[in-house]
């Protein structure tokens, strides 16, 4: 796994997760790989992944049963998405805002441009 | 507990490589230890290992002096050295001998670690490659199970594959009442790996402090860059 320089490792492994989540890879109500696993396969410290898998069970995302390691959640994916939404109206959303304002860009603008773009696909 | 307090060592009158030099590896986990060339990196494991005597002050591993090379210190502190002859003679008749000396050595740790390298137990030591020979060294070192481990540039000689797969063998053969010490320049080939950094110049040591989640986003080698141009 390669990363970037920006963001936390830790962060960057729980999306990682989450992508492989989406993708099938861990099915939902399927057991994970141990942390010590999960290290070393993304050859990082164990306690990073600890901070990973804290990060996902504090989003629902996965859960720990005691003494048999983690899990995926049975909504996980839903719960990914809600997270994700999340994210694109506390982040993504407010950036375009700033790039539209330095830029001079309307938002009657930016709405043609979206619908052209929807129209295509 | 490593305990190196007041040392002075210098390998000849001329040139004293520590003095006067204390440092502490207080709990277990990953240390790197980094420091430019000729701080005396090396010199320091050879220290903790007994296999070199401080001139002045003393070296301990759990409040025993290391220079008094006591069964119940060498059992639980293993070196990994940059460079070294294995006797030619198969791994299992190697493993034969040294296991006496290790009370919890592990075969079944030994074979995932050298399954992690690609290869197996049925080998020659006479016939090995350099990276082989410190593949082969290094599991056999992971497999001992001590307490401390001490690894001098262990990615030295490596090509890229073999420097992944050996992330993942310190990875799986680490555990919590472990400490591993690993000696290098090449920041980059392990700092995903560690729980604590230490940065040593001559007589100093300029950072022991445990990694923050936030280093490793920063990038080791920018923080090794600062605090050896700029000393605190």
Redesign the interface.
Known sequence: MK?K??????LQIAEHICDEILQGHYPEGERLPSV?EY???V??????VV?SYDWLSQKDIIFNKRGMGYFVNERASDNIRQSLREDFFLETLPELALQMQKLNISVEEVKNALQILQAKE | MISIKNVRFGYNSRQVVLDDFSLEFTQGGIYGLLGKNGTGKSTLLYLMMGLLRPQKGSVSIDGVGTSLRTPEVMSEVFLVPEEYDLPSISLRKYVEVIKPFYPRFSNELLEQCLANFDMTTDIDLGSLSMGQKKKVYMSVALASNTRYLLMDEPTNGLDILSKSQFRKAVIGGMSADKTIIISTHQVHDVELLLDHVCIIERNRVLLNEPIEEKDHAVNLEELFIKTVKDPL
């Open positions: 990363f320089d920006h963001k936390p490792i830790f010590r290290a070393a396969e050859e990082v410290n164990v306690n990073t901070r």
